[in-house]
């Protein structure tokens, strides 16, 4: 199920700045090269996670889930001179393609990726995060949610992409799969805690927007 009209999505990309160009020779490779390239953030998304980068300034940015690298690059555009973005997947075959495109986006210094587990990264990282972005398992975001939440400054962001699945949260729960009801579980444990604000936006696939207010 397609949330947003493919109509809607296309004019919103015609008035929204274009990918430069390591972005998009990343995108191309991706649809070519590598399995699931859906699950790369693209165009209008990224570059509302550099629109947001940019607005923050963030120091410290905790990405979980690299993919490609796509949203790594988009997040990282926006951190502080001396900001540094961590990015965690289980995924080792990427790798060596994700550093080279963060050679050619000349953001080599600023990220820092790891490859293993989230949850048994995420608790060695001595770091307090201004802004986190989860995008990786859908039924690990309540653990990852609780992991990070430590290591998020007062006043600082979570971005939990993916959260209408498909439109499946949508469905009577009978016809939703589990990574749907991991979604709307998650959904609603953020929207249950009382040290948390948040805003859905209904982009791509759906992003919860929280922020820690104490």
Same mark, same amino acid.
């Given at each position: ?5 493919? &109509?809607?999505?296309?004019? *919103? ?7 430069? $160009?390591? !972005? ?9 090269? =590598? ?6 953030? @693209? /165009? ?20 979980? @889930? ?17 900001? !540094? ?23 080599? /210094? ?7 587990? *989230? ?6 990282? #001595? ?8 995008? &990786? $398992?859908?039924? @690990?975001?309540? #653990? ?7 290591? !998020?400054?007062?006043? @600082?962001?979570?971005?939990? $992409? ?27 444990? =953020?929207? *249950?805690? &009382?040290? &948390?604000?948040? =805003?859905? !936006?209904?982009?791509? $696939? ?9």
């Amino acid at each position: 199920m397609d949330v947003i009209p493919a &109509a809607v999505n296309a004019f *919103a990309e015609k008035y929204t700045s274009p990918e430069n $160009d390591v !972005l998009h020779r990343l995108h191309r490779e991706t649809y070519l090269k =590598v399995e699931q390239p859906h699950m790369l953030s @693209g /165009h209008l998304q990224g570059q509302l996670l550099s629109m947001i980068s940019h607005m923050l300034r963030p120091r410290r940015i905790l990405e979980i @889930g690299t993919y490609t690298g796509y949203s790594a690059i988009c997040l990282a555009q926006g951190l502080t001179t001396d900001g !540094l973005l961590y990015t965690l997947d289980i995924n080792e075959e990427r790798e060596e393609m994700c550093k080279r495109y963060f050679r050619e986006a000349g953001l080599e /210094h600023k990220i820092r990726q790891q490859i293993g587990t *989230a949850a048994g990264i995420i608790p060695q990282l #001595n770091e307090t995060f201004d802004l986190v972005f989860i995008d &990786a $398992d859908k039924q @690990g975001y309540a #653990n990852y949610f609780d992991l990070v939440w430590e290591k !998020l400054r007062p006043g @600082g962001f979570i971005l939990a $992409d993916n959260v209408l699945y498909h439109g499946e949260v949508l469905n009577d729960p009978s016809q939703q799969s589990a990574n749907a009801k991991a979604m709307l579980g998650f959904c609603e444990k =953020v929207k *249950a805690d &009382a040290h &948390a604000e948040q =805003v859905l !936006l209904t982009i791509r $696939d759906g992003l919860l927007m929280i922020r820690k207010i104490r």
